[in-house]
């Protein structure tokens, strides 16, 4: 048995109102006055000063703001990286990714484009990355997605959906603020606290699971339901601040384990699609009951107490041509469906299976 | 408020056997031929080649085996970067420690004393080293102490019982092998597996908690729970590899919060009578129902279910002047009385208190 050596965010900083101390804390990390520092930030904080202000632009610091109204794509990569390259003196000092998976998947992806030769879609896959990527920071404004703290970085590119997984992904500093994420819409807060309550599910129930593993999907999952089923009155900021810490543990258990059958189907969704990875777990893990009994019942139960309604018919108008690319995109996720259904998954689940469930979504 | 922004461990690898990794892990490491690796082994293994017998030497590489009667000194600390440095033709690659806490803290701190000028005992305190440690790995082989993920390395010095607290101080990279601590003899597994169950306790119940703290304190209170107490049939293969993970996320607790009492008093027990970390915590905890209700009950029905049996008496035979010299080595732990009685905690406790307790021990 050969074990994964893995790579942990070096550095983080948690409490609420700590976005305030994000300048002192990049600061030392300035290694010239022509290389700045540049700022992926969600769009939707575009017009909002409470944040933005906050953040000090010295020389020739930017901000960018980005749309994620789409999943990111290795051509917004590509594109990110060019414009960066021609429109700085040298090479920056740092990317630093504000608000949700997307934002934080792009920063991860453009530090290490901006160090590594080529096209974003040639790092796709397992240990692709040669040089270690540019000095980067995520500080997320959701919480569930783990991309604070994966080796991973998610994106679609013309082929397929796939990751950068490599050693040099992960942030070197992570700034968890609950308070940033007290403005998300319910829904995508729903949306995205199930993608770490799927993560605890898939990793707990999964034939990759250690004790490692074990203990933080388990934190995970604890805290998801505090979150989503308690009956207590949990105050809005005790709630912020333990589904952030549910988002790390989740992305914690993941690392030394696995996802499952939601996520590889999820992103048959999203590439054929375009379903955002949120609301595309949801909608395949309500069918999932098969697979994940008890899990997918604490969903439906969750769902029902927030008041959550999913999409229905996603998958009707497809084609065959459409199902089929879909089918293999999921299919093509071999870890995912080993993880879960163990090294004869291909015995377990067939392509038919997959497109009765997908049609009932 | 200012948070801290708390360094991580960035490298961490967990598995059963796991520990035949190490070679291949350290490798890429080595600077030179003439720069060795210097491993810091507790001489209980000594003889032990099963453990040793996987420890590849190379060019000047050697083992130090140490002995672990007593708490790490300063003095000693001294000696072996004195040692160290006469013996080796250049700086070494890295250090790897290998035990349990002691040994653990003594590689932390050669490692700091080997690019940093001066005695040991000056870099007691809080944020006092200049530069970055030599790369040091650390592998437990008892669980609890939490000493793998700390950013401490506790040391005993002329004039106090206090860590070199700082951002070089924790490990490079951590290997978790459960297997390695199969043969820790009973009482020494009750013990240090207590350190843990009373880190978590003290950091739950501490002033200074936050969601990220009291979610690793939660995780390793379960855990201890679960192997001390639990009656279903866990093997000694899950409990080895649960306490293991427990020793990890108690430590996590702390990091962002911190211990209280028992680890205050029990300085003091070993400062001035020398009595080791893990056996003083219990100890003193044993005496603490005032301060902790639910952590004491628990701690003794663990204590009755493993059928421990703590000394008694030990403070009795002390004189007047030892007594101050304990009561004063306690106090002078400011952060951890804040943390156990908050802000006004000197009016909370007194020196007479504090005797009376020691008394009943």
Redesign the interface.
Known sequence: ???????????????R??FN?LNE?IAPKRLSMDAPFIYLVDDVFKSNSWLTSRILLSYDDRIIYISTEEEPKTTQVDNLVEDIILSTKERPSGIIGIGGGSMLDLAKAVSIMLTNEGETKSYQGWDLVKNPGLYHVGIPTLSGTGAEVSRTTVLTGPEKKLGINSDYTPFD?VL?D?ELTRSVPKEQWFYTGMDCFIHSVESLQGTYL???S???G??AFD?CQEVFLNDTDMSKE?AE??L???SW?GGMSIV?SQVGIAHAMSYGLSYVLGIKHGIGNCIVFDQLEEFYPKGVALFKAMKKKQGIQLPKGVCTDLNEEQMDAMIDMALRLEPLWENALGKNWRRKISSKQLKQLYLKM
Chains 1, 2 share one sequence.
């Open positions: 048995m050969n074990y994964k050596n893995f790579p942990m965010v070096p550095r983080v900083i948690f409490g109102g700590s101390q804390i500093q968890l609950p250690n004790a490692f074990k203990s933080y388990e934190m805290l005790e601040d333990k952030m810490m549910a543990h030394y």
